[in-house]
């Protein structure tokens, strides 16, 4: 590593060059909060008709009817919450499990280079792949599983439902969470494994006690954007959640039956709204999901300050 | 950051933070140059237009046949209905395609360029007899099962419609459109008129709020859907389901016949007297032989063709381009599953193209 000498310049020079670059960082930083601010002013000004108009219907009322003017959103709000949950539970085992191999297992395996890199290509892929294609895919292939689940249950058949959109969200936020885990586990200082198996804990107990509660904070981190991601994910729930806004007492039913999230809502009534309290009432929906995007990222960040060690 | 490589130390760094910097500065500094304009200008060759999606194959064609014709170029986004009102409403555009007419329309043209159908198409794999024959439905029928009311195909209601066909007692999936469509405006149009209870509990209109089914995205999606599920039942445009060899009902018109919709039986439906502005709604028809679940489609335009800077060249062009469209346009129509404009649309149309004017003044435009 060469050390250069100082002869480029004079010292005014390199002040010069340092406070050119302070201000753009600074000035990239301020756009950055800018653009939330401008983002979050202008859906609130654009919703406030609707606001005025909704009030307080609007999040407990489930009638959405653009002919009567009646805009409540319950249903979407739950059939939002219940597929980015839903996706959650199923992909955060299997992102897990696949960041502690990677990490942990397969480096001591002779020929695990080429396991790590296969896997960690394959997982990456998974976030290349357009939501489309997750859609087509999941109409393909998902719904058929489900309706023949839904047949031996004596459910009416619908195979579109809740539960194929969170199938699908779950391969769709999986290369996420499992990618950022996969980079905390890592770094993990080597010495208090060390310090773990002189103790003589297993591998089990030490992946268990000491490796995934040092990097709990980022594995957190990770599920927060993953949800995140999960909740505005748009094209591939519509073309799988069922479009319907029903809301059965019975959870099983309503898992296995069609449903719809404001996202969904959103993508498919906002070319065709005409009526301005019903554009407002859509921008609505995105003011709302904008908040509770924000309401969880905060969520996660308390968490992460909670767990960190 | 990488152990033992300060970026500021390694010469590659430097540039390319130097590169970052100035990219930034450049990016931000921009938009300060921007030139803001108030006014609407309306530039380029080509002519404009924007709206439905149903007749956008249709359109395609035309227009690329009118290019070839006459060397102007149209450029058509099919963004739907909705949007080409907007559109039009922002005098971004030369003309605007909606399959639902105004209502308020003050200063803007309707023109017919062709007719549509909504069929109700069905998937019962085990009516043998269902393959031979048409299934049977009446307007009533219709809006009980998409009302949720009847809820299986061994309902005596339908059976009595089709008899000698041994329905099986499945359950009915309703599939209907998620996104707001021009198609939901037909089909709901036309069971607002035939139905008290329809009227009442959902109306008509391009979005609604369906009581049971599911939805799919386009025609394309509730076509899907349907050849999927088993005693899935949903509307879509007849074009979709001739494309698809998907079956569709023969449904009871006004006369008491039960008509199968094909593009002769909708031309049939348009054979009704038409307004002057042409704005008319022909579902649940007079006509004897016609399908009831028929509509129009219409370009909108304005009938002062002066406004955002547009020429005079450009406001010929245009009622030269509708002229050709209602007329000699016509041929393209039956290969592409559209039906004809009858005549005396033709000639509504035609009086309404001649209707338009340029700060007040008739316009002269070669035919």
């Known amino acids: 590593m060469k050390m250069r000498a100082r002869y480029n310049g004079s010292e005014n020079k390199i002040k010069l060059k340092e406070w050119l670059f302070r201000m753009v960082l600074t000035a990239a930083g301020v756009t950055i909060v800018l653009l939330l601010g401008g983002i979050f002013f202008s859906l609130f000004v654009k919703a406030l008709p609707a606001i005025k108009h909704n009030g307080f219907y609007f999040i407990r009322g489930s009638v959405w009817n653009p002919q009567s003017g009646r805009y409540g959103i319950f249903s979407f709000i739950v059939g939002t919450l219940l597929t980015s949950f839903i996706a959650l539970i199923i992909s955060v085992p299997s992102a897990l499990a696949i960041s502690v191999l990677l990490s942990e297992y397969l480096p001591g395996y002779r020929n695990g280079r080429f396991f790590i890199s296969f896997l960690k290509n394959a997982t990456d892929l998974l976030a290349g792949v357009p939501s489309v294609i997750y859609g087509f895919w999941g109409l393909v292939f998902v719904t058929p599983v489900i309706r023949y689940f839904e047949e031996l249950l004596h459910l009416p058949v619908y195979g579109v439902s809740i539960l194929a959109a969170s199938v699908v969200l779950a391969i769709m936020i999986l290369p996420y969470m499992a990618s950022i885990s996969r980079e905390v586990i890592a770094l993990v200082p080597a010495e208090l494994k060390e310090a773990s198996y002189a103790l003589g804990a297993t591998r089990y107990e030490t992946v268990g006690g000491v490796v995934l509660r040092y990097s709990a904070s980022g594995i957190v981190a990770s599920i927060v954007l993953a949800l995140g991601r999960a909740m505005g994910e748009t094209m591939a729930v519509t073309m799988l959640v069922g479009n319907s806004n029903r809301l059965p007492a019975n959870i099983l039913r309503f898992i296995l039956g069609p449903g719809n999230t404001m996202a969904s809502v959103i993508a498919n009534e906002f070319a065709e709204a005409t009526n301005s309290v019903y554009l407002s009432s859509l921008t609505e929906i995105g003011l709302f999901l904008f908040i509770i995007s924000l309401i969880l990222n905060g969520i996660g960040k308390w968490t992460v300050r909670r767990f960190a060690l | 950051m990488k152990k ?363 035919r």
């Not at chain 2, 359109?59 to 450029?75: A, I, Q, T």
């Not at chain 2, 499945?170 to 707001?180: E, L």
């Not at chain 2, 005396?344 to 008739?362: F, H, L, T």
Request: proline residues 5%; charged residues 20%; hydrophobic residues 40%.
């Open chain 2, 4 to 366: 033992g490589l300060a970026y500021g130390q390694n010469r590659i760094g430097r540039r390319l933070l130097g590169t970052l910097m100035v990219f930034l500065l450049v990016m931000l500094g921009s938009p300060v140059f921007a030139r803001g304009s108030k006014e609407h200008r309306i530039r380029g060759e080509e002519l404009l237009g924007a709206g439905a999606t149903f007749p956008y194959p249709l359109y395609s064609r035309m227009f690329h046949e009118y290019g070839r014709l006459r060397g102007v170029k149209v450029n058509y986004q099919a963004i739907g209905s909705g949007g080409g009102i907007r559109q039009l409403l922002s005098k971004t555009v030369d003309f605007g395609a909606t399959d639902a007419f105004m209502n308020n329309a003050e200063g803007i043209l309707h023109i017919p360029t062709c007719l549509g159908a909504v069929v109700v198409t069905y998937n019962l794999p085990f009516a043998k007899e269902l393959t031979a024959r048409r299934l049977r439905l009446s307007p009533e029928v219709i809006s009980d099962i998409f009302l949720g009311k009847i809820r299986k195909w061994g309902d005596p209601k339908i059976s009595k419609l089709n008899p000698g066909v041994s329905l099986p007692n499945m359950d009915i999936t309703v599939v209907h459109r998620s996104d707001g469509s021009g198609t939901t405006f037909i089909f709901s149009d036309y069971l607002f008129k035939t139905s008290e209870e329809w009227r009442e509990k959902i109306g008509k209109g391009k979005s609604l709020n369906w009581p049971v089914g599911v939805g799919g995205k386009g025609n394309p999606g509730v076509a899907g859907l349907v050849k999927q599920i088993r005693g899935a039942v949903g509307y879509v445009e007849l074009v979709y389901a001739v494309q698809n060899n998907m079956p569709y009902a023969a449904i009871r018109n006004r006369n008491g016949k039960f008509v199968v919709p094909s593009l002769n039986t909708v031309s049939l439906a348009a054979d009704i007297d038409i307004p002057g502005d042409t704005r008319v709604s022909i579902t649940d028809t007079s006509a004897k032989e016609g399908y009831p679940i028929s509509s129009f489609t219409w370009i909108i335009f304005y009938r002062e063709q002066h406004y955002s800077n547009r020429s005079i060249e450009r406001a010929k062009e245009l009622l030269s381009l509708l002229w050709w469209m209602v007329h000699d346009g016509q041929r393209y129509t039956k290969a592409l599953g559209y039906a004809k404009l009858p005549e005396a649309a033709v000639r509504r149309a035609e009086a309404i193209i001649n209707s338009a004017v340029y700060d007040g003044k008739p316009i002269e435009f070669g």
